[in-house]
């Protein structure tokens, strides 16, 4: 009698101790997941408001005679080069036909558009008819269109369709904040080592 009582006392003590853990295990999963949202919500925060500082630096504007939406193509060319490497030329403010970028890399020539707009709009499919016009006139392989805002559906649907990349504002930020990295990585590379004895 007093081995079958142990045993029941025994399977019981397993028993909770399981479940303890499994509380346990329950209660910081939930801790993480919490911690996960406010990170991922603080990094959207930090993103809109670097978005909007963008944008409020390179809009246009009448009489503004510097960071002004041709200064936002230069700045997204040279995002371009640091990343990808290769070769970005700007082209005239006027007249350029839709193409406010070539991005010369070893797979050919890459057609660029740029808009500064604001972040809370949606760029419509117009600009992507353009740029595609535009691949097959110059007989480009690749196009994109960059935005500081971002495109609507159908815009969405057509670029698929006729092959031109979007990258929206958040995207955009992502590429910047890669190349800075990179930069950074390089420069690294690059500086004298100061020896542990000095």
Known sequence: MVPETLL?????GIGYYAFH????KNKQDQLHQHKLSEFLNSKEDVYNILLAGMYQRFKKE?????????????????????LYKGKCTVTPSSNDGGVDILHYTNDGIEL???????PN????????????????????QKAAIISTCSYSDFAIRYADEVNVRLIDGKAFLELWI???SKLEDE?????PVTPDYA
């Open 178 to 180: 890669q190349s800075i």
């Open 21 to 24: 853990l499994y509380s346990l």
């Open 112 to 118: 660029i558009q740029v808009k500064c707009y604001d």
């Open 187 to 191: 420069l690294l590379l690059c500086s």
């Open 121 to 140: 709009a949606k760029l419509n499919f117009e600009p992507v008819a353009i740029i595609h016009s535009q691949m097959i006139k110059q007989q480009a």
């Open 8 to 12: 029941v006392l025994t399977l019981f």
């Open 62 to 82: 009448e009489g503004k005679l510097v960071d002004t939406p041709y200064d936002f193509e230069r700045f997204v060319a040279k995002t371009l080069e640091v």
